[in-house]
């Protein structure tokens, strides 16, 4: 597997005050011909996070043709799990509806962070995307007891899978903690149940956190990219992972098979936060460069 990148796309420069900069994390939905509606993480100058789009036209060298004027999601009241900030975590259409499931962040004293995920859903009346609650849809529990963070999710034989990071603990600094990747299956889509089993973990030496993970089912079974990271004396930088499984559950790590790494310019320290899509029997791959998504996000094609 090889990626050719195909350019630096989108880079917010004080767009609006809520999109000051960043625009991590980026999920695609396919609007019409071929228009995707790009949906990322951005940041105010204070650096709280909100939700934003922008559209991007496929057929025409992926020109963004249209940018949010109003932010998707907002951060919560004060007090609130994500009045620190909300990020973009996934998108699926449910008989006709649109669920986004979010991150809500809150700056912590004595951690750094604490991650829970929200749900807001699409109403066509207000044609905006509203929380369905000020408390998180999937809270810290005894199985997820300190952070939990970005949701894949896939209805497959009438059940609702999700894969998500769960942090197993946290350290005197952020390289002590032990972020891996869980599963969790649902009827509806909103109440899940947890098997506390570790999906992806840690096979290498001073690796310590999986994140974003993307989900792809195909005729070769599962496919899985991630982001990855290890402590010093490794480089601490983030680069995208590979895993593939026959039945969702059980993988094996592939990293040396996901076909994309760091080059010059604006994704030469790191590269984080892949999502995967196909278009005109064409794979896809979005992802975010330096500064975990300062420099925006990109697109690469999958060499056949």
């Known amino acids: 597997m090889r990626w050719k990148k195909l350019g630096n796309i989108f880079c917010p420069e004080n767009v ?10 980026p999920v695609a939905k396919h609007l019409h011909d071929g228009v995707y509606r790009v949906y990322f993480t951005c940041r105010n100058a204070a650096s709280q996070s909100h939700i934003g789009y922008a559209d991007m036209d ?12 109003e932010p998707v999601l907002t951060p919560g009241e004060i007090g609130g799990f994500d009045d620190s900030g909300v990020a973009m975590g996934y998108l699926l259409e449910i008989n006709g509806q649109e669920f986004l499931y979010y991150l809500g962040w809150n700056l912590k004293v004595t951690v750094p962070w604490l991650n829970t995920i929200g749900l807001a859903i699409f109403n066509p009346a207000t044609k905006k995307f ?18 939990i963070s970005y949701p894949c999710v896939l209805f ?9 990071g769960s942090n197993l603990k946290w350290g005197k600094d952020q390289s002590e903690m032990s972020h891996v990747i869980k599963y ?3 009827n509806d889509a909103i109440h899940w149940c947890r098997t506390n089993q570790i999906h992806i973990n840690m096979e290498k030496p001073f690796e310590y956190a999986f994140s974003k993970p993307v989900v792809i089912k195909d005729d070769g079974g599962y496919r899985m990219w991630y982001s990855y990271r ?31 790494t760091v080059s010059e310019g604006w994704d030469s ?4 936060y892949p999502y995967i899509f196909d278009y005109k029997n064409e794979r896809y791959m979005l992802y975010n460069g330096n500064g975990y998504g300062k420099t925006g996000f990109g697109i690469a094609i999958l060499e056949k």
């Open 184 to 186: 969790a299956e649902s």
């Open 58 to 69: 496929m057929d025409n060298h992926y020109k963004i043709i249209n940018i949010a004027d």
């Open 16 to 25: 609006h005050p809520w999109m000051f900069s960043h625009a991590a994390n």
């Open 130 to 147: 509203e929380k369905t609650s000020r408390a998180p849809m999937m809270d810290r529990s005894n199985e997820d007891p300190f952070s």
């Open 269 to 272: 320290e790191m590269i984080e």
């Open 230 to 260: 290890r402590s010093a004396p490794e480089l601490d930088a983030y680069r995208i992972g590979y895993a593939e499984s026959k039945d969702g559950l059980s993988w094996t790590r592939k990293d040396e098979e996901a076909g994309i």
């Open 156 to 164: 497959e034989d009438g059940i609702y899978r999700m894969w998500y």
